[in-house]
């Protein structure tokens, strides 16, 4: 049997009681039209509104909203739930992972919401339960084999075999199962799928009533690292319907969705700046903000930068992408390891003296 991460002594939880009075229940005076917004700004014009102007776009809810919010969202049985996606099951503290975890409970209403980690390959039961133990009731993590008997009923093969199971379905690469993963667990129990690379910045509940995932850096694509839909929605129905068909998982693929899909209008394709703020530059369309951040120069080679200690993003500190919701640092194209003193770093040892024992 394989070893697996234990939780360390150094992970012995003191989550805080939570002031459930510290949030409070706000709503979008009009989502479309700050998505016009930010559309027309540069990245940095765009966080610096979401961060500085937010009685311009959020508004408190009612007394009357708020008993129907929280009837909706805010009891043990209808929470929000928040998925992501682990595929090294043996390496639980993984600093991604855990940076996901603690960012999570930091930045949301935990009356509202849950987190589930979803897990492949499946978890010794033991380790799970120390591990659920260790953030009970916050966060769950589950392996997928519920959601690959989902694909096998859609008659979908996604990727290269996995032995020693009683039966074998295909992967060809991990990515591209957490593609078609994210839309399965969302059709089947609805709640915001998001990639387990990426820090949370803010409270996500204004955005609970909405289905939405983000533009494909300047195309007109969708790009479903942060996926928002309700359980069996018209949009997760119109995408499973079409594979069963067409027995293909790159109907779930997120640069081609808006290509094989007639999606709905309220399906909204959000800027990337609310969650992934550097990639506009990244790509070179951005050029202010590439200039002011001081991007490293080279095609992908400027995602690095949060991950580096000498990176202009780095010296201005965690509050670099204040105004951003979520932020999406493609792990895929960078370092695994956070450079001391890096922002990712920076944020990993806030977030990590906020919730355990030196």
Sequence with gaps: MWPYDQP???????????NASAF???????LVKLKNLCENM????????????????LQPLSADETRLFK???????????FHTFWGKTRFLNNQILQMHILSFLYTQNLQCCR????????????????YDQLYAPHVEFR?????????RELDIYVGSHWSGLPWRWFIPYRA????????IILHEFGGIYIDVDALLLRDLQPFFSYEFGYRWSFLNGFNTGV??????????????????????????????????????ANFYRLPSAFFDPIWLAVDEVDQSSRQEWKLSSGFLVAFKDPLRQQSEISRRGRSVFDGAFIFHWHASSTPKIFEPGSYLHQWSEFLNSEFFDK
């Design 8 to 18: 360390s002594q150094s992970m012995k939880s003191r989550l805080r009681v939570q």
């Design 24 to 30: 409070q229940f706000l709503k979008f005076v009009d």
């Design 42 to 57: 540069t990245t940095i014009q765009c966080l610096y509104y979401l961060h500085r102007n937010q009685t311009d776009y």
């Design 71 to 81: 009837e909706t969202y805010c009891t043990e049985n209808n929470k929000v739930l």
């Design 115 to 130: 987190l589930i980690v979803w897990l492949w390959p499946p978890l010794d039961s033991r380790i799970k339960q120390l």
């Design 143 to 151: 392996t997928t084999m519920s959601v690959a008997e989902k694909l």
């Design 176 to 183: 591209l199962f957490s593609d078609v993963l994210r839309f």
């Design 227 to 264: 996926l928002r839909l309700f359980a069996k929605s018209n949009v997760s129905s119109i995408i499973i319907n079409r594979a069963r068909q067409t027995k293909s998982p790159f109907e779930f693929f997120p640069s081609s969705l808006e290509k094989r899909h007639s999606l709905p």
